[in-house]
C-alpha cells in the first residue's frame, strides 16, 4: 500500500507548516511533526477515535504538551519520537490513506515510493520514474541527459517535479518518434 502522503512529508519534513495533517481512509486523523527526510517523528498527535497499537513505538506519550498548549480535547493525544513506519503501518491499519487530504493545496502529479536508504522513488502515474537523494543540505536526481551529471535541488517536491517534466518530455519525444517513423 502506497502512503504518498506520509512518504512526502517523511521526505520534505515540516519545516513550511510546522505541523502536518494526515487523514486516514476510515475517517481518522493524525498531525505530524518531523524535519528532513526523517526516519522518525519528533511528534504525532492522535486525533479523537484513533487508538494506537501498544507497542515501542508509541511508548513516548507526553500528554503535558497538549494540556499546556490547550489542545486536550477528549481522544487526543500526543506522542513523540515516533518511527516512519510505525506511522505507516497505523495508516495500513485504517485503510490507507484517505484520497482527499487537503483541497486547498495544488495538485502534485508525482507521488513518492518509501524510503531506500538516503533515497525516495519518484512515481508518475504509479510507475517509479526515478530516485531522489539527500545529500548534506540539498536533493538530487540524475539529470536526464545521461552524461552522469547531478543536478541539485533546494527542496524535494523541486526535484521531483523535475524528474516528473523530464519523464514527460521523453514520452512525448518517443511518441512523436514512433509516429515520424510509422
Do not use: K
Request: proline share 5%.
Amino acid at each position: 500500500m502506497i502512503t504518498a502522503r506520509l512518504n512526502r512529508i517523511a521526505a520534505a519534513g515540516t519545516t513550511e507548516r510546522p505541523y502536518r495533517r494526515i487523514r486516514f481512509a476510515d475517517g481518522c486523523m493524525i498531525t505530524v511533526e518531523a524535519g528532513p527526510d526523517a526516519v522518525e517523528f519528533t511528534e504525532v498527535a492522535t486525533w479523537p477515535g484513533l487508538t494506537v497499537p501498544a507497542t515501542e513505538a508509541w511508548a513516548n506519550e507526553y500528554g503535558v504538551e497538549l494540556f499546556l498548549s490547550g489542545q486536550n480535547a477528549e481522544g487526543r493525544r500526543l506522542f513523540l519520537d515516533v518511527p516512519v513506519t510505525a506511522v505507516r503501518e497505523l495508516i495500513e491499519e485504517h485503510g490507507g490513506e484517505h484520497a482527499d487530504q487537503d483541497a486547498d493545496l495544488p495538485p502534485v502529479l508525482h507521488t513518492f515510493g518509501p524510503r531506500t536508504a538516503a533515497s525516495y522513488s519518484v512515481l508518475l502515474g504509479g510507475q517509479q520514474i526515478g530516485q531522489v537523494t539527500r545529500h548534506d543540505e540539498c536533493w538530487t536526481v540524475p539529470s536526464p541527459a545521461e552524461d552522469d551529471r547531478i543536478v541539485e535541488f533546494d527542496d524535494i517536491d523541486e526535484a521531483a517535479a523535475y524528474l516528473a517534466r523530464a519523464s514527460r518530455d521523453a514520452a512525448w519525444a518517443a511518441r512523436f518518434t514512433r509516429q515520424r517513423l510509422a
